[in-house]
């Protein structure tokens, strides 16, 4: 599991990374970067794996391809990361006060642009559930003996 969640984070950092370029080159973005960035980016990659091998491991293929590109859907369509939650219906909104889509924004938009009244704690809070579910059933997943 760590190896998986280690490669997993070290193929996806030089996206990360060449995409925040691209950003702020393109959008002539004026970050101020808190030292919490790259916490805040590594729990948000690693919430991601967790829950995605969680996923993997308890799903035969053809389900969990199923339910990944759902989550992409999901995720960029009908989730506050691309406009303010306010937009959303309010059955929605509730829902995504549960799921971790707004809290990854959030973490990594409040790391890179720190607002004046700091860095909210309760995105971390949510983040580090998900991930602990996901490392949770994961480990019990492969652990089990049938």
């Known amino acids: 599991l760590v190896s998986d969640v280690t490669t997993w984070l070290i193929v996806g950092t030089p996206g990360l990374i060449l995409g925040l370029v691209v950003a702020v080159l393109r959008f002539d973005l004026n ?6 960035a790259v916490p805040a980016m590594s ?25 990944t590109q ?14 303010p939650a306010d937009r ?32 909210a704690a309760p995105p971390f809070a949510v983040l580090a559930a998900w991930c602990t579910a996901g490392l949770v059933i994961t480990l019990r997943i492969m652990t089990r003996r049938d």
């Open 31 to 36: 970050l101020r970067v808190s030292w919490m």
């Open 43 to 67: 729990l948000v990659a690693l919430t991601t794996t967790t829950v995605g091998l969680a996923i993997a491991y308890a799903a035969t293929p053809p389900v969990t391809n199923m339910v």
């Open 70 to 83: 759902l989550i992409v859907f999901i995720a960029l369509m009908f989730s506050p990361i691309n406009f």
């Open 88 to 119: 959303l219906p309010e059955w929605l909104q509730t829902i995504h006060q549960v799921l971790p889509f707004q809290y990854m924004a959030q973490a990594v938009r409040e790391t890179l642009t720190t607002p004046l009244d700091g860095i």
